[in-house]
């Protein structure tokens, strides 16, 4: 049975529910980027008054799943023919484009005016810069164009620890540049393993990912040589004061387990074991950048626990 | 028979439109009065404490 005529018996004619707009959101990407954003904010300098730190990740969350929809928007043509994507609202008949577009443009503009007029508009002019890139460069542009669609247009999901970082102190510095590079690097090789193994759903509809206009054994060498530009990256934030000794020993040791998957995929090329392969450093690729940013806020709190006095009150 | 049965099917769908429409007009305004006690709150916190302590 052809991929869109599956989910046209889950249409009940009973308009979209509430579910139906928050997947529109993407959640499970909203929630990677919101954990992000919280560590760009407790990581930065000096402090932010807890009402307009949540308001500050609220809105960046919001301004997330707003770009969520307009991709889902834009890509509901292509979502249709994907088995990762068909069981999208859209795709399924139970939100309209147009719905899905006016919801995404009204969580956008809200957010981003809440998060300039209630906390700064660094933080809110990084907002919209994050979502009009990952909409009008990444969604329109980049991904139907170029095999480095996800190179560039990776920059989209690596902002969101400097806006938190902007929305403390009001700017941008050399740690939220090195955080937002951390994403950057990881981006490529975590989509490209994902991609390899889901590269008939692109072949499918014509998306130009590495794997489709390269062949999976460029692509294979593309990953290797991101893992390794990535490692040095992942590690940089001790070397900038950033991150502790925690963190060296953690990004150290992922990060060489992250370069041994990358060259199991590179080694490991026919057959389900390949594609097996490759899932297990897309899953190991998520863990990576959770641990990596969870390690720093664990180094935060500890700082502030320590500050505070409460290890002494705990351990005396 | 075919005919009632159509028409309960019928019934039951405009039953579950109605009731979906209702819970996303209340996610809305849920929504909107949240924004309300942002806006609220983060201007209580920008005037600063000594916001209540004014001459009358």
Not at chain 1, 159 to 179: C, H, N, Q, R
Not at chain 2, 33 to 51: E, K, M, R, S
Request: proline letters at 5%; charged letters at 15%.
């Amino acid at each position: 049975m052809a991929i869109e005529t599956q989910y046209q018996g889950i249409r009940d004619g009973a308009g979209p529910g509430v579910g139906d707009f928050i997947a529109l959101m993407k959640p499970r990407v909203m929630s990677l980027v919101v954990f992000t954003a919280l560590v760009g904010m407790m990581a930065a300098p000096g402090g932010l008054h807890p009402v307009l730190g949540f308001i500050a990740l609220l809105c960046i969350t919001v301004g997330a799943g707003a770009s969520g929809a307009l991709n889902m928007w834009y890509d509901a043509d292509i979502d249709r023919h994907m088995a990762r994507t068909a069981a999208r609202p859209i795709p399924r008949g139970v939100v309209t484009a147009e719905e899905a577009l006016m919801f995404g443009t009204v969580l956008s503009v809200t957010s981003v005016l809440t998060l300039g007029v209630l906390v700064n508009w660094v933080a809110g002019g990084l907002l919209a810069l994050t979502i009009g890139f990952y909409i009008f460069i990444y969604t329109m542009w980049l991904k139907r164009r170029t095999p480095q669609n996800i190179v560039i247009g990776g920059a989209a999901g690596a902002f969101p620890p400097m806006i938190g970082w902007a929305a403390v102190t009001g700017g941008v510095s050399v740690e939220s540049i090195v955080l937002f590079l951390i994403i950057f690097m990881w981006t490529p090789p975590h989509f490209w393993a994902l991609a390899l193994y889901r590269c008939r759903d692109y072949e499918r509809v014509g998306v130009p990912m590495l794997p489709v206009v390269a062949g999976p054994d460029e692509t294979r060498r593309q990953i290797v040589i991101y893992s390794i530009l990535l490692i040095p990256v992942g590690i940089s934030p001790y070397f900038i004061g950033l991150g502790g000794i925690s963190y060296l020993v953690t990004s150290s040791v992922l990060g060489a387990v992250f370069l041994w998957l990358a060259f199991k995929v590179y080694r490991t090329r026919e057959g389900r074991e390949a594609d097996r392969i490759a899932k297990q450093l897309f899953v190991f690729s998520i863990f990576y950048l959770f641990a990596l940013f969870a390690v720093l806020l664990g180094e935060k709190i500890a700082e502030w626990l320590v500050a505070l006095g409460a290890f002494k009150a705990i351990f005396a | 028979m075919a005919n009632n049965a159509g028409h309960e099917q019928q019934k039951k769908v405009e039953a579950e439109r109605a009731k979906r429409q209702r819970l996303r007009s209340i996610a809305i305004a849920v929504g909107l009065g949240v924004l309300v006690v942002l806006f609220y709150a983060a201007t209580i916190v920008h005037l600063g404490g000594n916001a209540l302590n004014r001459p009358m």
